[in-house]
């Protein structure tokens, strides 16, 4: 696995499997994310598995589909809300990792600034330069 911590309570991830969630759960999380829309797996990678899997594993499960060029408030608003309500360490995925990364970093505006947004994607290896306009303008007007 590939997780990828971006802030002290939260990580990104790609695409993880069922038989990943015990191994997730051991490292602390409490909370996952899928960010990855089900069209793009097969059943065995679907919502539905990976939910049964972290519920089994202890773990609470939120599927929060975001479909590549249209991620919208909805989304993003539910993924600050998941992050916020959480009782420990969230990890989100989706295919590489860059959805959930994206999606934590729009929410994120209203409490860090956009400087420290950029980094912590940044040292997580995604590069959220070319939302800095998008994000500043939502720092100034908040998130939606």
Avoid: H
Avoid at 29 to 41: G, H, K, L, Q
Avoid at 89 to 102: D, E, I, N
């Amino acid at each position: 696995m590939d997780i990828r911590p971006i802030t002290d309570g939260y990580a990104v991830s790609p695409q993880i499997d069922p038989g990943d969630l015990p191994e997730i759960a051991a490292r602390g999380f409490v909370t996952v994310i899928c960010n990855r829309p089900d069209a793009e797996v097969g059943p065995d990678q679907a919502s539905d598995a990976i939910r049964k899997a972290a519920e089994a594993a202890g773990m609470s499960f939120v599927f929060n589909p975001v479909v590549n060029g249209a991620m919208g408030p909805d989304e993003v608003d539910a993924q600050a809300r998941t992050i916020e309500g959480a009782n420990g360490p969230v990890l989100a995925y989706c295919r590489s990792g860059t959805r959930s990364c994206f999606a934590w970093a729009f929410g994120a505006v209203e409490t860090m600034p956009v400087e420290d947004i950029v980094a912590a994607g940044g040292q997580a290896g995604y590069d959220l330069g070319p939302a800095v306009p998008q994000l500043r303008a939502m720092a100034e007007n908040g998130r939606g």
